[in-house]
């Protein structure tokens, strides 16, 4: 089989009345030569951003987008992201399929979006590696696919992968961990896990391991739960028994740890500093009170749908990344994971997501 192309599709020649156009800064100003705003004549309409940078309106791109059920605050908050981004722009029309964890329908959707000639593919699998022959399929047929969070095995199968730093989580955590506990020998650190036979879980638990040994600590007390707010407590419940003394534990996931947080109540267990993990709002309002063990949460971004949106607009209307010298959009971007404290905590608020 012939590998597929890298190339985008020219834009479809169809032109809409422009409007407000927004965008992060990160893709903004790419080839700008002005901070004034001009108006668009060709369109018949107006455009706020400047003329020839990225946010310009230009030709309508239709963009499907696909990604698993909404049952976990991040991902319901991936989808959501994904539409209020495509809302930002006049010359977007997003295609949203319904968020699904059967990989069959999932299948079924993206050969409805080829079938029906979109412009490019958002797509978050629910099974990467399920999800890669309709993706090869999708770049066959000239559309170029950008992959989100969950990676395909074939990297033919997307034009672009956007990833979230799962290793980098751990090392983050660990850093934080170091600068709270030192090389305190006598310092007993902990840590609930997600799901350990997922990829994600080992890269997060091997980046922590891997950070705490660069202060002389290691992982003395650590059990896996299973990303949900049950799972979390009784994780939490099990481990506090297990471990009368604690002075710094890692929880991987927000949303789980709304039941580790009650279990640590129940406990009545408050000689320790919590982390969390991705980035929750209502974690990173508890920060913000510090009404309680959790100190800092470590972001795992729920932009990555977004951004994924934000990229096949620049595939497919022929733009680069406005702050690189690069001519051409990258074939991968990885978020980076910060570590959010009370010192910063204002700064990530209001793009976090509901647990």
């Known amino acids: 089989m012939a590998l597929p192309t890298l190339t985008t599709r020219p834009a479809p020649r169809r032109r809409v009345q422009t409007g407000l156009v927004a965008g992060l800064a990160v893709f903004a100003l790419g080839a700008c030569t002005s901070n004034s705003p001009e108006t668009s004549n060709a369109s018949g309409g107006t455009s706020n951003a400047a003329s020839g940078s990225n946010d310009e309106a230009g030709d309508t791109v239709t963009i499907g987008f696909s990604a698993p059920a909404a049952d976990h605050g991040w991902m319901a908050a991936i989808t959501q992201a994904a539409k209020d981004q495509a809302d930002q722009y006049e010359d977007v029309d997003l295609k949203v399929a319904e968020g699904t964890n059967d990989v069959n329908l999932q299948i079924s959707q993206v050969e409805t979006f080829i079938n029906d000639g979109v412009d490019a593919i958002v797509l978050l699998p629910f099974d990467g590696a399920a999800m890669t022959p309709v993706a090869l399929k999708a770049m066959e047929a000239g559309i170029p696919v950008i992959n989100v969070d969950r990676e395909f095995n074939d990297p033919n199968a997307a034009r672009v992968t956007v990833l979230g730093d799962n290793y980098g989580m751990g090392v983050s955590a660990g850093q934080y961990v170091c600068e709270q506990v030192g090389d305190d020998k006598g310092a007993v650190v902990a840590e609930i896990a997600g799901i350990d036979s997922l990829p994600l879980t080992q890269d997060r638990s ?3 391991k891997d950070a705490l040994a660069t202060c002389g600590q290691k992982v003395d007390n ?46 009545n267990r408050d000689e320790f500093i919590m982390v969390g993990g991705a980035g929750s709002a209502n974690a990173m309002r508890s920060i913000e009170a510090g009404d309680g063990v959790l100190a800092a949460t470590v972001i795992y971004p729920s932009t990555q749908g977004a951004d994924g949106v934000k990229m096949a607009r620049l595939l497919v209307q022929g733009k680069a990344m406005g702050d690189l010298a690069e001519v051409s959009v990258p074939r991968t971007v990885q978020l980076f994971a910060p570590v959010v404290t009370e010192d910063n905590v204002d ?9």
């Open 206 to 208: 091997q980046g922590f």
């Open 222 to 267: 650590r059990v896996a739960a299973d990303f949900t707010v049950e799972g979390g407590e009784r994780a939490a419940s099990n481990l506090l028994q297990a471990a009368p003394k604690i002075d710094a534990l890692w929880n991987h996931d927000d949303d789980q740890g709304v039941g580790v947080l009650a279990a640590i109540e129940n406990a």
């Open 347 to 355: 700064q990530y608020l209001p793009s976090a997501f509901e647990s």
